[in-house]
């Protein structure tokens, strides 16, 4: 067999796997195929074979480097599988017809990051692996069913029709749905991104009517829709949670959209904390460890809590990283003149340090103690 014969990867390799999430996001960013691979030497050997059997090329262009499938591979793809490809790999859409303006393959990059970090969390990707939710409006189908936490991309929920096409401005990256929450997803990179409120609203409330009352009533009420934010890194949510809109308002800020929006990186931690917003019954097991030398939640206080330490101070569990709660109980407090406890993992202590005052006493839960206990 010579090095340049065109043949796919072994199904289930790490190879196969960077092909197809190629594939699916059109173009994938050189500095997020390091999370697909075990070792950066693997990696090296693996992009070397793809590229001298013409499977993938790089596109470098603007300080942006990626990865794109050749002809040959999108073919490939197709033969073995068009079920999961198609919708992909065939006709003039993004992922197919390449752009090189970089605010579309910018894009292409945070939503091939999002891919990333949803797989490596147990999210299904595929087509062919999850129901199908966002079906055209005009077609006959049976109630979909989520028993199975799966992501859909932006491009996915545009099949519903004209209402989720024409909404301009709109951020979303897709959307993921767990048994239980319905969450729209978003990536804002290492920057604030741009956030228009009023199509941010039409995107949820567009949502509420698809799922909520058409096609998933017995499985999600309104209060179910919920927002994800990812970014680089912890110094992104501090920018986020601090934001007044920037000069002209138009960039990212906590207006009230979502009553719950978490913030999670685009990493190891981040694809950790996304396993714990898809499983309930390990949230609330962990929660349950975190109260046991607490008393119990005041329901009837004013200001948001999950406990009352032996002060009587009310206690926050913050290791999800919801802002809109978080800044919620730090002004509550603030206007009340109380203080309060934020119970958080250790690799967000000091960004909330930095952002609730001394009003907050944070508490920590190791990361990595956490991890091996639960996942």
Known sequence: MTTNKKVLPTHHSQARRFLELIAISGELPADQAS??????????????????????????????????????????????????????????????????????????????????????????????????????????????????????????????????????????????????????????????????????????????????????????????????????????AFLLLTSTGGVKHNYFLLDGNYDHFYFLTSDHKGEILLKLLCDSERTTELNHILSENLKERDAGLVIENDAIDENGNPVLFAYSFDMPRITRFTSALQIYGKNGVLICFDFQADILRRYCGEQVTIQTIDFVKCERRFL
């Open 35 to 236: 999370r697909i691979f075990t070792s950066e030497s693997y990696q090296e050997a693996v992009i070397t074979s793809l590229k001298e059997k013409r499977l993938i090329r790089t596109y470098y262009k603007d300080r942006l480097r990626g990865y794109r499938l050749t002809a040959a591979a999108k073919k490939l793809l197709l033969e073995n599988n068009d079920e999961r490809f198609n919708f992909y790999l065939v006709g003039d859409v993004d992922t197919n017809r390449l752009k090189s303006e970089i605010t579309r393959r910018l894009r292409l990059h945070r939503i091939a990051e999002t891919h990333i970090t949803m797989q490596n969390a147990g999210v299904s990707v595929f087509q062919d692996e999850k129901p199908d939710v966002f079906y055209p409006s005009d077609c006959e189908a049976e109630l979909p069913v989520i028993d199975s936490s799966a992501f859909y991309n932006s491009r996915e929920i545009k099949e519903v029709g004209t209402d989720f096409v024409k909404i301009r401005g709109a951020r979303t990256v897709g959307t993921l749905l767990t048994e239980s929450k319905a969450y729209i997803v978003y990536n804002t990179g290492s920057f604030l991104m741009k956030w228009e409120y009023k199509s941010e609203m039409r995107t949820k409330a567009l949502m509420k009517t698809l799922l909520c009352r058409e096609r998933m009533p017995e499985q999600y009420t309104p209060d179910d829709i919920q927002g994800i934010v990812f970014g680089a890194d912890m110094d992104v």
